[in-house]
């Protein structure tokens, strides 16, 4: 009985010392939450990167793989919708982070979003292009699916 005791009161002060240091963290500041937010932004416009990379190196002269190409043009639609969210989550323009983003995109977040749209559009149909294997033809399209980036990189990108 001693024993169960022993236990249960083991068990009892065990949670409150968990309960007692998890309250006693800290939440992070504004600024970590605006620094965070930015890593945030940047790690998805990382993987656009990474799935544009290949489809860019293609029109350049690299060696074609349509699969390559619809696959990765299929991320970047799947990764655009996430573009204004992350934006959206947290305006960081009263804060000190390292960014290429302009201010600006939290005044025209609506046009913003109409962007990102017009992006995941041209990916699904380049990678529809893409998915005919035809490399002449896919490589092609790629000007106008690439144009998608650029157009929003004029207005609310650093150059």
Known sequence: MLRKVFAIGTLVLSSVLVVTVSAQQDEPTPQERAAAST???????KLL?????????MARGAEFDAA???????????????I???????????????T?????????????EQKASELQAAALTFADVAAGGDRNTTIAAVRAFGSTCGNCHREYRVD
């Open 49 to 57: 990167g990474f799935n544009m990379a290949p489809i860019s190196g």
């Open 100 to 112: 290429e983003a302009l201010p600006i995109i939290w005044d025209n977040m609506a046009d913003f």
């Open 68 to 82: 390559v190409a619809e696959r990765n043009a299929r991320r970047i639609a799947e990764l655009a919708p996430m």
């Open 84 to 98: 204004p969210e992350v934006f959206a989550a947290n305006d960081t323009r009263e804060f000190t982070v390292e």
């Open 39 to 45: 890593e945030t932004r940047q790690a998805v416009f």
